[in-house]
């Protein structure tokens, strides 16, 4: 099993950037994608980007592609999600998450964070 613990969250107007963070423990770190979800309130979780355990791949959801940015550092067990051009709808609870594979392709959820609070004001 792996530990996740996110940052990074915050208030931020519409426009604006943030960055979070993701720091993981464990030794399987490196052989395992990675994944960011968020939840706004009312609706259901939903996957918002992920990364190969290689970093080689990633995937978005279509509402942020060209917006967001997700990276990992193997050495340090850190994922990153740059998010650029906020909006009010990308409000939400943001968590991290491992995988069962390696792969992107079958992305698979299995640990997860406790969630950092992201808000996007108009």
């Known amino acids: 099993q792996v530990q996740l613990v996110e940052s990074g969250g915050g208030l931020v107007q519409a426009g604006g950037s943030l960055r979070l963070s993701c720091a993981a423990s464990g030794r399987t770190f490196s052989s395992i994608a990675m994944g960011w979800f968020r939840q706004a309130l009312g609706k259901e979780r939903e996957f918002v980007a992920g990364i190969s355990a290689s970093g080689g791949r990633t995937s978005y959801v279509d509402s942020v592609k060209g917006r967001f940015t997700i990276s990992r550092d193997n050495a340090k067990n850190m994922v990153y999600l740059q998010m650029n051009s906020l909006k009010p709808e990308d409000t939400a609870s943001y968590y991290c998450?491992?995988?069962?594979?390696?792969?992107?392709?079958?992305?698979?959820?299995?640990?997860w964070g406790q969630g950092t609070q992201v808000t996007v004001s108009s």
């Open positions: 998450a491992t995988s069962y594979y390696s792969l992107i392709s079958n992305y698979t959820p299995r640990d």
